[in-house]
């Protein structure tokens, strides 16, 4: 019951602005110890003398002034852009909220017993408190708040700036992955279809080898980053289950020189598009030799990979301009997630097809659980 009571307490509290209170209470208060010099006699002016007559006129209208320009000025003509209304309309404000204050002076000197001389010396007067004191305490008041709360509405949309591109982000990331999976997923599919009626054995093989993928697809790579050594096996898979699909007539040649792999994080099926460009769009020539040249070294956290395959002039044609959705994914890819850390270089001739990449790797992060639950 007790927390319940306390929660209430402050919702209610929250709900109709009333910190404004105690705040707007200690600003003044500060004034007037810069004023008199002494926090202990300020103190005792305001709680033990008529003196406290003029410091409720300043908390009381100033607090209004200032929760009417935030809470209804600003929202209907500063953040609509109507200026020229908002300038009149808080002008207006800051001197009606000015004039309020200036009989708390009469009423000081009223409850103090003495007149306006004897109390504020021979300057008192009505124009006197406005000009000198009210208005220019109203003023800064005014300016205080806006620039507390415009730097408030700035942080909370520069957060909520934030947080938008991160989603968008990650959304983006999430759809151009779903769909190379996909098409991978088909290609591998046609290829055991092809394997069954050339060979049973060879097709019972790439079954296997295509549970294998799909483990790994559906399980082993939900991650932005992976490790690299995992990266590596789905590609020696894939390209074993490739050379048992392939005609006597495509030679294979793939080089690897990465001795160690486990400390590196990569982001899933970027090497992979490449590899799968290059068996798709090989070259289908009987007369002569079609090759796949694959390459890939790890020197420290810098990871050199290319590939390049025998084509037709017609084929690189058919790639860049209507098959090539899997590498304007990739390519999309390394701009999200290595803007400053990546160098992609795609040749196109009449003989053959070259992609080479540069790519930075960077320490995999193993994230925890409390990471995943955020």
């Not at 055991?192 to 399980?219: C, T, V």
């Not at 992976?226 to 074993?240: H, R």
């Not at 053959?352 to 639950?373: G, M, T």
Request: charged fraction near 20%; glycine fraction near 4%; aromatic fraction near 14%.
């Amino acid at each position: 019951m007790i927390t319940t009571e306390n929660t209430s307490n402050q919702n209610w509290f929250f709900k109709y602005k009333l910190y404004h209170i105690p705040f707007w209470c200690a600003y003044q208060y500060l004034w007037w110890v810069i004023a008199i010099g002494n926090p202990v006699k300020a103190a005792a002016s305001i709680l033990f003398t008529a003196m406290s007559v003029k410091f409720l006129f300043y908390v009381v209208f100033q607090v209004i002034a200032i929760c009417f320009n935030l809470y209804y000025l600003i929202p209907k003509f500063l953040e609509k852009s109507r200026f020229t209304e908002y300038v009149i309309y808080l002008t207006l404000t800051i001197l009606a909220a000015s004039l309020l204050i200036v009989p708390g002076y009469y009423l000081a000197a009223f409850f103090a017993g003495k007149t306006l001389v004897d109390m504020y010396g021979p300057d008192g007067g009505c124009l006197y408190f406005l000009s000198t004191t009210s208005f220019p305490s109203t003023l800064a008041s005014m300016t205080l708040a806006m620039s507390i709360k415009l730097t408030k509405n700035w942080i909370q949309t520069e957060r909520r700036q934030r947080e938008l591109e991160k989603e968008k982000l990650e959304t983006e990331l999430k759809f151009l992955k779903n769909q190379f999976n996909p098409h991978f997923l088909f290609n591998t599919i046609n290829s055991i279809f092809f394997l069954i009626h050339k060979n049973a054995d060879m097709a019972s093989d790439a079954l296997a080898k295509f549970s294998e993928l799909l483990r790994y697809q559906l399980y082993e790579c939900n991650d932005i980053q992976i490790p690299l050594s995992k990266e590596i096996a789905y590609m020696k898979n894939f390209i074993e289950l490739e050379k048992l699909r392939q005609n006597d007539n495509v030679e294979i040649d793939f080089q690897m020189n990465a001795a160690d792999t486990g400390h590196l994080g990569i982001a899933p099926f970027v090497l992979m598009v490449f590899v799968e460009n290059a068996f798709k769009h090989v070259s289908k020539n009987s007369g002569k030799t079609n090759w796949i040249k694959i390459h890939l070294e790890l020197k420290q956290a810098e990871l050199n990979f290319s590939v390049s395959n025998s084509t037709s002039p017609q084929l690189t044609t058919d790639l860049i301009h209507y098959g090539g959705i899997g590498l304007k994914n990739v390519k999309r890819r390394l701009d999200l997630i290595y803007p400053e850390d990546y160098q992609l270089e795609i040749q196109n001739r009449d003989s053959d097809f070259e992609v080479k990449l540069s790519l930075k790797l960077s320490e995999l992060v193993v994230r925890n659980f409390e990471e995943i639950a955020a």
